[in-house]
T-cell receptor, first 115, second 113 residues
């Protein structure tokens, strides 16, 4: 299995631009999670999906952030407009089954720098 | 709301030293507990997990953790660290029901030969 695939690995953009991060979960996994990692706040859960349906988006910082999962094999996290404080590493993770049976498998992350 | 505290932000050890990283959580109900590790330049990987049963769990690479319910703790231990253990370690808690994994802020471990 190829694991969780994220793209791009690195993105440098200017303030105000739209950023789209992409994630392909492991085939057969039915839950998908987006996390943001910063030095100050560590790993924060932004949103997670179960069977393509958003379950909890309470971690999404503000309306500039949105996430979609149109099918079981693809998800996007969009920031529009981006700001310098959005600079972070964004991780996607997927899991098969429920919380008490499966572990999370993480992608290698997308490092975002907003100038 | 659930929260996870890792009190050691940065730990520096020499090879062969013993390691204990603290993890405390706040949630009164049944929880699942995890330790993940992130080696330099790599993604997070599961080190060990506790769901139920024996509160002393053993993971990969000689790591173990003990769940002490009365103290809301899940400390990670290794009797003798190696240079290759240099990484960032994250404790995580999942309360049954909400089904979302909450991470601590991480502990950076540096092991010198």
């Amino acid at each position: 299995d190829a694991g969780v695939i994220q793209s791009p690995r690195h993105e440098v953009t200017e303030m105000g631009q739209e950023v789209t991060l992409r994630c392909k979960p492991i085939s057969g996994h039915n839950s998908l999670f987006w996390y943001r990692q910063t030095m100050m706040r560590g790993l924060e859960l932004l949103i997670y999906f179960n069977n393509n349906v958003p379950i909890d988006d309470s971690g999404m910082p503000e309306d500039r952030f949105s996430a979609k999962m149109p099918n079981a094999s693809f998800s996007t996290l969009k920031i529009q407009p981006s700001e310098p404080r959005d600079s972070a590493v964004y991780f996607c993770a997927s899991r098969k089954g429920q919380v008490d049976t499966g572990e999370l498998f993480f992608g290698e992350g997308s490092r975002l720098t907003v100038l | 709301a659930q929260s996870v505290s890792q009190h050691n932000h940065h730990v520096i050890l020499s090879e062969a030293a013993s390691l204990e990283l603290g993890c405390n959580y706040s949630y009164g109900g049944t929880v699942n507990l995890f330790w993940y590790v992130q080696y330099p330049g790599q993604h997070l990987q599961l080190l060990l997990k506790y769901f139920s049963g024996d509160p002393l769990v053993k993971g990969i690479k000689g790591f173990e953790a003990e769940f002490i319910k009365s103290k809301f703790s899940f400390n990670l231990r290794k009797p003798s660290v190696q240079w290759s253990d240099t990484a960032e370690y994250f404790c995580a808690v999942n309360a049954r029901g909400p089904d979302k994994l909450i991470f601590g802020t991480g502990t950076r471990l540096q092991v010198f030969p």
